[in-house]
């Protein structure tokens, strides 16, 4: 016998809510504070003066 319980479909399920998509010409808040995050001053990856100070870049590499 089957129970009663209500068919649940995927769509309506908490998990796997989509965020809403931007419009063209806007830019979604969350993709552009984790761009903020992850990139430097100019659209680059954080560079190893920004990782370690100024100091670590200057000196040699020891082999």
Avoid: C, H, I
Wanted: a neutral charge; charged letters at 40%; hydrophobic letters at 25%.
């Amino acid at each position: 016998m089957r129970s009663e319980k209500p068919a649940y479909r995927r769509e309506e399920s908490n998990n796997n809510r989509k965020t809403p998509e931007a419009k063209d010409g806007e830019v979604q808040e969350e993709a552009a504070a984790a761009v903020d995050l992850s990139f430097g001053p100019r659209g680059t990856l954080a560079t190893p003066r920004k990782l370690f100070g100024e100091e670590s870049v200057d000196k040699p590499v020891r082999n």
